[in-house]
Structures are given as C-alpha cells and as structure tokens.
Antibody
C-alpha cells in the first residue's frame, strides 16, 4: 500500500523558514516525481514545484521561485519542502503528491503551516 | 501558461440526481486532464486521468469526457459521500501544472 506521511503542523513568525517532510512507503521512491501543492484558506490547489528523487532535479513554479527548496533523501525515502521568508499569505495546508504520468496519484495527508506574529 | 476554468463555482444537486461539472483549458491540452475530489480535512483523491479513465477503486458513477479544451465530469447518481469540491488539472504543458479553481458540489 502506497503511503505518504507528512510532518505535523507548524506555527512560524513572519520572515522565518519552514521545512516539511513527506515520508513515502509502498513504492520505489526514485520511480516517480514528488510534487508539493499549496492550499491557502478558502482557496484552490496551487502547484509549487517538484523533485525527481532519482537525480534531485527540481522545477519550481514561478510564484515560489527563490523562496522554495524541494529536496529528496533517498536514504530515508523522504521528500522535503522548505519555504523561506514566510509571510501571512503563506498560511496554508501543504500537500506532497506522487506523479506516475503527470497526474497526482497519491497524496500526503497535508501539513498546516500558520504564519503569525 | 495554461489557465483552467471550472464552472459552475457551486452546484446544488439533490442526492440521486446527476451532476455535470465543466472544465475549460485556455489552449488545447489533448486528453491530459485529471479530476480530483477534495473533502475538508482530507487529501485530494484522484478520480479520473487521461480525461476519461477512472482511477483504481473509483465507482463507475463517476465518468469523464472531453478533449482539447472542453472537459466534463459527470456523477450519474449522487451519493451523500460525493458532496465535496472537485478540481480539474492539466498535465499537457508544464511547468506549471495548473488546476482549475474548483467546483463545490453541495446538497440541494
């Protein structure tokens, strides 16, 4: 059974950095891209970027370029999403999701990040 | 960048009735479209990929159709568990992968 288990909720101050993890099981981690998707309160889903765990190559959405870093640790089958220079608009639930052919087959349970002074 | 537009924003339907949700792409995406169901507090769930192929375990009351720029998700006989927000997503031209803004399916 494929599982993506994300780290717990975070509360951060404006300007801080948050790093969320996504540990996978049930499939070969390096076989599929791992994506990160943001859902702000009352908003829809927004793609942030992806990592290819096989070689670490990343692609980021323009909106998050320069503030987001997505990595993959093949020794622990875990993907990470780091978002820096946090502001109130970054308050959101963040999901990791696998990609077998461009669509997102499996999703993590989501991690709520709250940015507040 | 491809923009995905869903309509309507909210759809009110009675249990047992049919629901039809639309998704339009700003340029052709062939059949590279997925639909997701999203309930509060849960992860999104893949329903349809390739515009019309049901994901494993998805009931056959869910069906997708369309190609190019116009797509439809139909739920043939609504069950109580189907009331949720539905998103379409294109994966033909990326980055970025783009989602529609969602259609909230609510009980009438």
């Amino acid at each position: 059974e494929v599982q993506l288990v994300q780290s717990g909720a975070e509360v951060k101050k404006p300007g801080a950095t948050v790093k969320i993890s996504c540990k996978v099981s049930g499939y070969t981690f390096t076989d599929y891209y791992m994506h990160w998707v943001q859902q702000a309160p009352g908003k829809g889903l927004e793609w942030m970027g992806l990592v290819d765990p096989e070689d670490g190559e990343t692609i980021y959405a323009e909106k998050f370029q320069g503030r987001v870093t997505i990595t993959a640790d093949t020794s622990t089958d875990t993907a990470y999403m780091e978002l820096s220079s946090l502001r109130s608009e970054d308050t959101a639930v963040y999901y990791c999701a696998t990609d077998s052919s461009g669509y997102f087959d499996y999703w993590g349970q989501g991690t709520l990040v709250t940015v507040s002074s | 960048e491809i923009t995905m537009t869903q309509s309507p924003a909210t759809l009110s339907v009675s249990p047992g009735e049919r629901a039809t949700l639309s998704c339009r792409a700003s340029q052709s995406i062939a059949g590279n479209l997925a639909w997701y169901q999203h309930k509060p507090g849960q992860a999104p769930r893949l329903l349809i990929y390739g515009a019309s192929t049901r994901a494993p375990g998805i009931p056959d009351r869910f069906s997708g159709s369309g190609s190019g720029t116009e797509f439809t998700l139909t739920i043939s006989s609504l069950q109580s568990e189907d009331f949720a927000v539905y998103y379409c997503q294109q994966y033909n031209n990326w980055p970025p992968y783009s989602f529609g803004q969602g259609t909230k399916l609510e009980i009438k």
